[in-house]
């Protein structure tokens, strides 16, 4: 199939998972139990107050014409209104977003930058004392549970050693680079202060580097095997006997070869990566789309928590497509279709 | 032609029929199984600890997890009082760490197990059907997979356990209903392959019902995949509570858990550090056990990997 037939085919399924996942949201927010309106409108507030404030928010209407205002809206870009602050859900999203986006791009470049080659290493040296090494340490990182870590980094390289600001994405007393893309270290670099890209990224630096280790374990199993596999096969044995120097044929053509595995993974990695994002921002009080939906949730805020199920479903589609779409161009054997 | 089939055997078949043993006892073929892999062993040692220490932690914790001392607040491991002594201090009521610690195990054990079941059932079963019907069922079923996979799974909770009012069993609940759908697409993709083979071809001839042949002729075959899928899930549920309680998202004091404990120890982490570290140790050591056990459990049952090594 075209690539351009197969884009456009992929990105029109994403509309019925949306729905779906939309309808799913809004029943369980609309018909479980749970005050809203009298949680916004506070506990001194009267049945008039009350009403007014349902009435304004659409809540008195019956709930299909409720879901279908909803999705309506969705689509002339109204995601809806925050019940607490009420602000609008899309300038909050615009917000937080690129927050977690910058924070789920650091640490996916340390887990990959960090992961593949331990895996490679692994691999190549396999069963001896370098793979063991890392063996035992993607498994201890595994199982540690990331908010523990955290608080821990938080305490040695924060508090202990002040090597780094422990919240946060920039300082409080200074305004940070005017917003062109939202992430503070690219819009810095974009104005060319760099200070101002060192105070971001300081701030960056330990979120970042927990949220890997999250990932870090499965890069480097996922590298470890595919390159075990792709050193077993018929063609590497061929390279050797022709006398090819084995460091070519690892980096030339081993690497090649496991290529698409560390792209599949590393894909996976950062939608989980953004997902993870929730407990890492909430511990390092960072302003992003995690903390977001953690406070909204706290405050039983629908709408909020409506909009950030749909943008996750939206990035988590995109990346995948763009997953399927490098295969083919990694594999020119991979067709589309 | 069946008189002769002996004779169209290859060899090594006839060797292999031959060389069948008497049946072993199961448990005690397991124990000699578990007891080639040290590592096995190990998980097998710290998850039966676990989980002695949930069914009688409050037996066997020194002493009350509830009983609130505010003259020994934040008190260092080895703290010695008129009650005896605390081995890994006490936190801020005063509450001793270690029996907490112990009577905590409960909650964590009861989420990984009961999370587990119900995911694994719920997955079981719509992997069985999917995979035995085909047709709009799969479509459907399947549809609806891809979709909760493609909603990342702790935001999807955050929304849900903020919507529900939060506790033990709306976690367990949520855990479980979004956790089937791994055990769906993996056991339908076994359930494909197994729908093949000439004994379910021979099933239909001699007239068996789709129920049986779907659950005493494929089910038996395709149930190690999900078993080994479980025991990895077991420790993920695991943390998954941890996390939530520590967010304030999922079970709520006064239950001892050991996410809460790392939730009120936090911001006391540099001076009472014990609040802290111990229950990160036990959730650490508690999944490490688990992934131990996992681990060895996928080779000893996955024939893909069996032999290997």
Not at chain 1, 203 to 216: E, I, K, R, Y
Not at chain 2, 168 to 180: A, K, P, R, S
Not at chain 2, 248 to 266: C, H, I, N, S
């Amino acid at each position: 199939m075209i690539l351009r037939v197969y884009l456009l085919r992929r990105l029109v399924l994403v509309i019925p998972l949306l729905l779906g996942l939309s309808l799913l949201t809004f029943t369980v927010s609309r018909i479980l139990p749970g005050d809203p309106v009298g949680l916004a409108a506070g506990p001194q507030a009267t049945q008039e107050i009350r009403e007014a404030l349902a009435r304004q928010f659409g809540l008195d209407q019956p709930l299909p014409v409720q879901y279908l205002n909803y999705i309506g809206g969705l689509f002339q870009g109204d995601w809806g209104q925050s019940l607490y602050s009420r602000r609008l859900v899309l300038d909050d999203l615009r917000v937080f977003f690129p927050a977690t986006l910058e924070l789920t791009i650091a640490a996916v470049l340390i887990a990959t930058v960090v992961g593949v080659p331990a895996g490679f290493l692994s691999a190549v040296y396999r069963d001896k004392l370098p793979d063991q090494v890392v063996r035992i340490i993607a498994l201890f990182f595994v199982s540690f549970p990331a908010f523990w870590l955290a608080m821990i980094f938080q305490s040695i390289l924060g508090v202990t050693l002040d090597w780094f600001p422990i919240s946060k994405r920039f300082d409080v007393l200074l305004a940070p680079p005017p917003a062109v893309t939202g992430m503070i270290t690219v819009d810095a670099l974009l104005k060319l202060d760099f200070n101002a890209f060192g105070i971001a990224l300081s701030h960056l630096a330990t979120p970042a580097l927990v949220l890997s280790f999250g990932s870090l374990a499965s890069v480097t199993r996922i590298t470890r095997a595919a390159v075990l596999e792709a050193l077993d096969r018929d063609s590497v044995r061929m390279e050797r006997a022709l006398g090819i120097p084995y460091r070519v044929i690892l980096t030339k053509y081993v690497l090649r070869g496991t290529l698409i595995a560390i792209l599949t993974i590393v894909a996976l990695e950062f939608g989980w990566l953004m997902a993870g994002a929730v407990l890492v921002e909430t511990i390092f009080d960072f302003p992003g789309l995690g903390l977001y939906a953690v406070e909204s949730s706290l405050r039983l805020d629908f709408e909020p928590i409506m909009g950030i199920t749909i943008l996750y479903g939206i990035v988590f589609s995109l990346i995948n497509i763009a997953t399927d779409v490098a295969y083919g161009i990694i594999d020119p054997r991979i067709r589309y279709g | 032609m069946t008189a002769n089939a002996h004779d169209t055997m290859a060899p090594s078949q006839v060797a292999r029929l031959a060389a069948v043993k008497p049946r072993q006892p199961r448990l005690l073929a397991f124990f000699a199984l578990l007891r080639r892999s040290p590592v096995g062993t190990l998980g097998f040692i710290i998850v039966i600890l676990v989980v002695f220490l949930a069914l009688f932690g409050a037996w066997v914790a020194p002493h009350d997890a509830q009983a609130n001392n505010l003259r020994a607040r934040y008190m260092p491991p080895g703290f010695v009082s008129e009650t005896g002594v605390f081995t890994l201090g006490t936190d801020q009521l005063g509450r001793d760490v270690f029996s907490r610690i112990i009577v905590g195990s409960s909650v964590s054990v009861l989420v990984g197990v009961v999370s587990v079941i119900i995911a694994g059932t719920i997955g079981v079963l719509v992997g069985l059907v999917s995979g035995f019907f085909g047709g709009w069922i799969d479509n459907v079923l399947m549809r609806i997979a891809d979709g909760l996979l493609s909603i990342p799974f702790i935001v999807l909770v955050v929304a849900i356990s903020g919507v529900l009012s939060a506790g033990l069993g709306t976690l367990i609940l949520i855990l479980g209903l979004t956790g089937w759908v791994t055990y769906a697409r993996v056991i339908r993709g076994e359930v494909l392959k197994a729908r093949e083979m000439e004994y379910i071809v021979a099933a239909y001839a001699i007239g068996q019902s789709r129920f049986h042949i779907i659950f005493q002729h494929i089910l038996p075959n395709v149930i190690s995949s999900a078993i080994i899928l479980a025991a990895s899930q077991v420790g993920v549920a695991i943390l998954a509570e941890s996390s939530l309680s520590f967010l304030g998202l999922g079970v709520k004091p006064p239950t001892v858990t050991w996410g809460l404990m790392l939730a009120d120890g936090r911001q006391v982490i540099n001076s009472a550090w014990w609040m802290t570290t111990f229950p990160g140790i036990a959730i650490t050591i508690t999944v490490l056990g688990v992934t131990f056990l996992g681990d060895w459990l996928r080779d000893v049952l996955d024939p893909n990997v069996r032999g290997r090594n």
